[in-house]
C-alpha cells in the first residue's frame, strides 16, 4: 500500500484520477490539494477520505507520501514536478509534460538527478485497441509502415474560448498541445518510438479571435470569456521524417468543415490500419488474391475509464517495483521535442532539423 497525493482538484482529477486510485487496492489517497479550497474539500468529502490542502509545499516534506498525480494546469506541470522529485516523491504528471520542450527538459534532468519515477500522462499507451495496434506492426502484418496519417479535426468547438484554455501562457498552446500530444505519441508508440529527423508545420489562429462573436457547435470547458484571451491556435497541420514512418497530421478544435474527424491511418505495404480514436479499428490487407477487412472485436464500453485505470494501477506497480513503463518521460520527451518543432516551425516559416 501506497500513499498518494493528488495536485489539482479538477475536471481531470475527478473524473479519471482520483476515482482510479479509489478503485487500486494498493494505493491510499491521504492529500487533496488545489488552490481553491472549496475543489480540495469537495473532493475529501465525496470520497471520504484524504485532507484537504491548498498548498502542495505542505505535502512534499511528508515522509507517508510515496507518490504524486499532477492534475494543474500546464504552466506548472514542470515546477510542481521538479519539486516533488527532489522531495523523494515519484510523480505522474498529466499531458503535456510541460508548456514547452526547455521546461520538459528539466523534468527530465530531475529524474534522471533524483532516480525516481516521472511519467507522463500520455495515457493512449494504456488503451487494449492502442497496443493491439502496436503488437499488430511489431508482428509483420503491416510489413514496412513508411507513412503514418494523423487527423483530430472537430466542427467549432473550442474549449473554454478565451479562458485557460486558450491562453498560451497558461496551457502552452492550444489544438497541437491539447489533442495533438495524444495523436502524436500513439504513432511514436505504436511505431517504437523512432526519432524524428525534420519538422515541417504550421499553425493557423482564425476562428476564435472575435470571441463575442464566435458561433459554436459545443464548448467544453466553457462558457466562453467574453473579454478574455485567445493567442493559441485551433488549427494546425504538420509533416515529421522519422527514423521510422513519415508522419502528417491535421488538427482543428474548430473548423469550417461540419464533420468531425479523429483517426489514425497506418499505411504499410503488406496491410493498413485506421484507428478510430477512442474507439476500435479496422486492418486492411490483400490474403489469397483478395482484399479482407478485419475488425477485431474489443470492448470499447468506458475506454477512456478503463486506460486510466490502467494507467493509475502500473504507475503504483512500478512504484512498488521500479518497473519503467512506455509513459516514462525518456519516451514522451520525443513528443515534447516534435511539437516544440512544430511550433517552431510555424513561427519561423522553414522547417525545423534535429540532426
Keep these: 500500500m501506497i500513499k498518494v497525493a493528488v495536485i489539482g482538484c479538477g475536471t481531470i482529477a475527478n473524473s479519471e484520477h482520483i476515482p482510479s486510485y479509489i478503485n487500486c487496492p494498493d494505493a491510499e489517497i491521504k492529500y487533496f490539494c488545489d488552490i481553491i479550497p472549496e475543489r480540495a474539500k469537495a473532493a475529501a468529502e465525496k470520497y471520504g477520505c484524504g485532507i484537504a490542502v491548498t498548498d502542495y509545499h505542505d505535502i512534499l516534506n511528508d515522509p507517508e507520501v510515496t507518490a504524486v498525480s499532477i492534475c494543474t494546469p500546464n504552466k506548472v506541470h514542470s515546477k510542481i514536478s521538479i519539486d516533488f522529485l527532489k522531495a523523494g516523491k515519484h510523480v505522474l504528471c498529466e499531458k503535456p509534460a510541460a508548456i514547452n520542450l526547455d521546461e520538459a527538459l528539466k523534468m527530465q534532468q530531475a529524474q534522471h538527478e533524483t532516480g525516481k519515477t516521472l511519467n507522463i500522462g500520455v495515457v493512449n499507451r494504456f488503451n487494449e485497441p492502442v497496443n493491439m495496434i502496436k503488437k499488430y506492426i511489431e508482428d509483420g502484418k503491416l510489413g514496412k509502415v513508411y507513412h503514418v496519417y494523423a487527423s483530430f479535426r472537430a466542427y467549432r ?199
Excluded at 517504437?192 to 470571441?211: N, R
Excluded at 506497480?317 to 520527451?333: F, R, W, Y
Aim: glycine letters at 12%.
Design 157 to 355: 468547438s473550442i474549449p473554454g474560448l478565451g479562458g485557460a484554455f486558450t491562453t498560451k501562457s497558461v496551457a502552452g498552446g492550444g489544438v497541437l498541445i491539447d489533442w495533438g500530444i495524444h495523436f502524436i505519441d500513439i504513432v511514436m508508440y505504436c511505431t517504437g518510438d523512432p526519432a524524428p529527423i525534420t519538422v515541417t508545420g504550421d499553425t493557423f489562429s482564425y476562428l476564435g479571435k472575435d470571441i463575442p462573436n464566435y458561433v459554436y457547435r459545443k464548448m467544453w470547458a466553457g462558457p466562453p470569456v467574453l473579454n478574455g484571451t485567445y493567442d493559441v491556435e485551433e488549427s494546425c497541420t504538420g509533416i515529421i521524417r522519422t527514423t521510422g514512418p513519415t508522419i502528417t497530421m491535421h488538427g482543428a478544435w474548430a473548423q469550417n468543415i461540419g464533420k468531425n474527424e479523429m483517426y489514425i491511418d497506418f499505411m504499410g505495404d503488406k496491410g493498413g490500419i485506421r484507428l478510430d480514436y477512442g474507439k476500435g479499428f479496422t486492418y486492411y490487407t490483400a490474403k489469397d488474391g483478395k482484399l479482407v477487412e478485419e475488425i477485431p472485436e474489443v470492448d470499447t464500453t468506458y475506454l477512456f475509464d478503463k486506460m486510466f485505470q490502467n494507467e493509475i494501477n502500473a504507475f503504483v506497480k512500478c512504484v512498488q517495483t521500479g518497473e519503467k513503463l512506455p509513459s516514462h518521460i525518456d519516451n514522451a520527451i520525443i513528443s515534447a521535442k516534435i511539437l516544440q518543432g512544430i511550433y517552431d516551425s510555424a513561427e519561423q516559416k522553414k522547417e525545423i532539423n534535429f540532426s
